[in-house]
């Protein structure tokens, strides 16, 4: 019997996914699914499947193929697990599969395909593509060895997987791959003030729908990553704590649900958001608007229009994820506890909270309430 599955992305666009599932005296039970971006097709898909089945009952004996391309096992891993994982992963994924080493089968991909892959990535030698780090590699890595375990555990296919470990070792022992740079960059008082300021006036000229003077605060005090400020909704908060759906984890996020908890200090930047004015103004010619959600607004957006800021204002080497850092200083400042900071930022370790804490205490730090007097002063003066 067919069925349609729906599955929202993490950018808010639906996918639908057809499943067929059979049982029939004789044969042994037989599941097969495909992932759509419209319903109709999904559906079209399932009937005519089912159709082919009814017509030749044998093709539920028929075993998947052996060896597939890597660039075709990377297809069928996005089709099916994509919606678990971030951007960054399956961008990563996406890249790899056009590379040459895609083209290739994976039963007989060994180590001097993954080690000419790992050169030609550092070195910037595939066409169109810069040089990139040991970091950015090892996401590479990462993303390789979960398609080809998939493939392997789940899929049955013929994959050598000491090959790849042994590559990997290769590279890790002549540093070509490593984890990534601990980044201790955290936005001073006076880049805050100038960010606050230049946004708070392009959203009073009308100039954007997206009300980054709030945002960015809000991704301070919360500690939350742009992708999970998108996903949080209205009803999820309760007494101080906002339940965080599909919150970021190695592992994968689809239904990894978090309750953080929300500082006083956020509670106006919130209530701000929930206005009716600025609701409306969000809601112009927003294509991934739902009233249920806090900021139905696009958080790859939200990270471009952070970018594009810093350039402009001139502030080297900022990132829209420098912001929970800062969070995570600001909290560790305020002499909270372990336990009391992975309340809020949703950590589940000190190892990985770690990285975020700045231990050189600061004198001073800007705070909201006085960004948005110096930004309402500035516009209603005219200097911006």
């Known amino acids: 019997m067919g069925s349609i599955v729906k599955r929202k992305n993490a950018d808010g666009t639906a996918r639908y996914r057809g499943l067929i599932r059979i049982e029939r005296d004789g044969y042994p039970s037989f599941t097969q699914s495909k992932t759509f971006s419209k319903k109709a097709l999904a559906e079209a898909w399932v009937k005519k499947r089912e159709a082919e089945i009814e017509a030749n009952p044998e093709i539920m004996l028929k075993r998947e193929a052996?060896?597939?391309?890597?660039?075709?096992?990377?297809?069928?891993?996005?089709?099916?697990?994509?919606?678990?994982?971030?951007?960054?992963?399956?961008?990563?994924?996406?890249?790899?599969?056009?590379?040459?080493?895609?083209?290739?089968?994976?039963?007989?991909?060994?180590?001097?395909?993954?080690?000419?892959?790992?050169?030609?990535?550092?070195?910037?030698?595939?066409?169109?593509?810069?040089?990139?780090?040991?970091?950015?590699?090892?996401?590479?890595?990462?993303?390789?060895?979960?398609?080809?375990?998939?493939?392997?555990?789940?899929?049955?296919?013929?994959?050598?997987?000491?090959?790849?470990?042994?590559?990997?070792?290769?590279?890790?022992?002549?540093?070509?791959?490593?984890?990534?740079?601990?980044?201790?960059?955290?936005?001073?008082?006076?880049?805050?003030?100038?960010?606050?300021?230049?946004?708070?006036?392009?959203?009073?000229?009308?100039?954007?729908?997206?009300?980054?003077?709030?945002?960015?605060?809000?991704a301070i005090y919360t500690a939350r990553r742009q992708e999970e400020l998108t996903r949080l909704r209205i009803d999820d908060f309760n007494d101080g704590w906002w339940l965080v759906r599909n919150a970021k984890n190695p592992r994968g996020s689809m239904g990894n649900h978090i309750n953080t908890k929300v500082r006083d200090n956020a509670l106006p930047i919130i209530d701000a958001l929930k206005a009716d004015k600025v609701r409306a103004t969000m809601r112009r010619g927003n294509k991934h608007w739902d009233n249920e959600l806090l900021l139905p607004l696009s958080p790859k957006n939200i990270s471009a229009m952070f970018t594009r800021a810093c350039k402009l204002k001139g502030i080297d080497d900022l990132r829209y994820h420098d912001l929970r850092h800062e969070a995570a200083t600001r909290l560790a400042e305020q002499r909270l506890t372990v336990p009391e900071m992975q309340q809020v930022t949703g950590h589940d370790s000190w190892s990985s909270l770690q990285r975020y804490v700045n231990v050189t205490p600061r004198k001073s730090v800007l705070e909201f309430d006085r960004a948005m007097q110096v930004a309402m002063l500035a516009w209603q003066d005219g200097r911006y």
Do not use: C
């Not at 960059?185 to 954007?208: C, H, V």
């Open 66 to 218: 052996k060896s597939m391309r890597l660039r075709d096992v990377i297809i069928k891993y996005l089709d099916e697990l994509g919606d678990q994982f971030g951007r960054t992963h399956n961008m990563s994924l996406i890249l790899i599969s056009k590379l040459p080493i895609g083209a290739k089968q994976i039963n007989t991909l060994r180590r001097e395909d993954y080690t000419a892959f790992a050169d030609a990535r550092l070195n910037g030698k595939y066409e169109g593509l810069t040089a990139i780090t040991p970091a950015t590699l090892n996401g590479d890595i990462v993303g390789i060895r979960s398609v080809l375990k998939q493939a392997k555990l789940a899929w049955g296919l013929d994959v050598n997987l000491n090959e790849f470990e042994d590559a990997v070792l290769g590279l890790r022992h002549s540093r070509k791959v490593s984890s990534s740079i601990k980044r201790t960059r955290t936005p001073n008082s006076d880049e805050l003030q100038e960010l606050t300021t230049y946004f708070y006036a392009k959203w009073m000229t009308g100039k954007t729908t997206y009300p980054m003077h709030l945002i960015i605060w809000l």
